[in-house]
């Protein structure tokens, strides 16, 4: 009995696999990685390499729902990957409600998903808009609680980012999100 080899599928044959078994048409998916249509045709015709950008192959794995490694192209970024907790939460209930990135994505405006794409792979930080926050809570069906804890936590992070030791200035602080749920409905 001999050993059948192992044939690793073509980059480019992956992505159309992964187009027509989600029905997701190539304008979408050309948006919500950031690229023209036209380079996804090519990509997938191998009229051009599939690329070995980085960026651009992270979308595309993060769209896909596979690690960036099961693309031959990519190569492994030195910089390290910072996980935001916020992140990480949303990726979860994204996997608790059983929807695919793919459905999560179009559920937002189309000039939205890119961006969405890169808060999914961690190179964006959680938008500190309260109402971009409600909308991705209104898509994974969060309550006002959960949307209101990222934020706050993503608000505490900006604080900090730029210069207030936000302990303290823990008064302060506190009042500023006091008002905040008060404003927003949240005792």
Aim: aromatic letters at 8%; one cysteine or more.
């Amino acid at each position: 009995m001999k050993n059948k080899p192992i044939i690793q599928e073509k980059s480019s044959e992956k992505v159309a696999k992964f187009l027509e078994k989600n029905s997701l048409h190539k304008k979408d998916f050309a948006e919500m990685i950031g690229v023209t249509l036209s380079y996804v045709y090519n990509l997938i015709d191998e009229s051009i390499p599939f690329s070995t950008r980085g960026t651009t192959l992270e979308r595309i794995a993060t769209v896909m729902e596979i690690a960036p490694e099961e693309f031959e192209e990519y190569k492994i970024p030195q910089e390290p990957v910072l996980v935001d907790d916020s992140v990480e939460f949303i990726k979860d209930a994204i996997k608790s409600k059983k929807m695919s990135v793919v459905n999560f994505l179009k559920a937002f405006p189309r000039k939205k998903r890119l961006d969405m794409v890169d808060i999914l792979r961690g190179t964006m930080p959680v938008p500190i808009d309260y109402k971009e926050l409600a909308m991705v809570g209104q898509v994974l069906d969060l309550s006002a609680d959960e949307v209101y804890s990222i934020w706050e936590r993503r608000m505490k992070q900006v604080l900090e980012i730029n210069g207030m030791n936000i302990y303290s200035n823990a008064a302060l602080v506190n009042s500023m999100f006091d008002c905040a749920k008060k404003f927003i409905h949240i005792k």
